[in-house]
């Protein structure tokens, strides 16, 4: 895992044409791949549309939206139920576009990651006036960070065994 160079496609870069299900969950992963623990299956995208976690592809494509909330899916899954998810999407949608919230999370994210690894200083805190939503998903990801990490090292060490054997 490079996290020095780890970097979420913030929603711009996300893929404008509107992408099929095979590219859109390659997309994704080829994305997160770093990351070392997070994947995600066309089998899984399918069930998201049909429990309509996220709306159904248009021509059979999935637009930036879509796929800006399956890459929180993807990550926040590890840490949060499925109706928790759909709620923070909800708390979201009521004050940020998803556009505005997904690059704050790919940035937090990234920021949690780093500081983790050594790479940089923890992030300041929340304000204690900081809206409900904005604390809650700082805790989503804090928590996803640290099992980032922790499977990255326990892979370490794993190997490390490995090696010595």
Known sequence: MDITTFKMPRYHEIPKVGLYLEQTVKYINDSLAPLGCVEITSSMVS?????????????????????????????????????????????????????????????????????????????????????????????VIIAVSHIIYLNYRFRIVREDADSQI
């Open 47 to 139: 069930n998201y549309v049909k429990k309509k976690y996220i709306e159904r592809p248009v021509r059979k494509q999935y637009s930036e939206e879509q796929i800006a909330r399956l890459f929180f899916i993807v990550i926040a899954k590890q840490v949060l139920s499925m109706d928790n998810i759909v709620l923070l999407f909800g708390l979201q949608k009521e004050e940020y576009s998803v556009e505005r919230a997904y690059d704050a999370f790919c940035s937090d994210l990234e920021e949690m990651l780093r500081s983790l690894f050594g790479m940089r200083q923890m992030p300041e805190e929340l304000d204690a006036e900081a809206p409900e939503e904005i604390r809650m998903l700082r805790s």
